[in-house]
């Protein structure tokens, strides 16, 4: 089985900044790309953030030139920076992984979501 287990989040004022991180854990071959998502209440989940096996990076449009999506392959974790925070950021993070397992193949995998608050 794969866990991912997401940290970071919390309570922070408009302007301000937080770092999200994911560690993935348990049979992994290799991992084909992190992502993270969010979703505020009645709002679909949305992609904020995604990377690739190779580094490539990409962003939603609300999040360009304020987040940043990084990694450490060691530790099978990936980062989220947010800066100049805004209250429509406020959202549960979940962090997803499209991963290699010995057995099972190709799996995504969810976190359990970390609540960022973001006050005006």
């Known amino acids: 089985q794969v866990q991912l287990v997401e940290s970071g989040g919390g309570l922070v004022q408009a302007g301000g900044s937080l770092r999200l991180s994911c560690a993935a854990s348990?049979?992994?071959?290799?991992?084909?790309?992190m992502n993270w998502y969010r979703q505020s209440p009645g709002k679909q989940r949305e992609l904020v953030a995604a990377?690739?096996?190779?580094?490539?990076?990409s962003y939603a449009d609300s999040v360009k030139g304020r987040f940043t999506i990084s990694k450490d392959n060691a530790k099978n974790t990936v980062y989220l920076q947010m800066s100049s925070l805004k209250p429509e950021d406020t959202a549960v993070y979940y962090c997803n992984a499209d991963l290699q397992q010995r057995f099972q193949g190709r799996r995504v995998y969810w976190g359990q979501g970390t609540q960022v608050t973001v006050s005006s």
């Open positions: 990377i690739s096996n190779i580094g490539s990076t």
């Open positions: 348990g049979s992994i071959i290799s991992i084909n790309a």
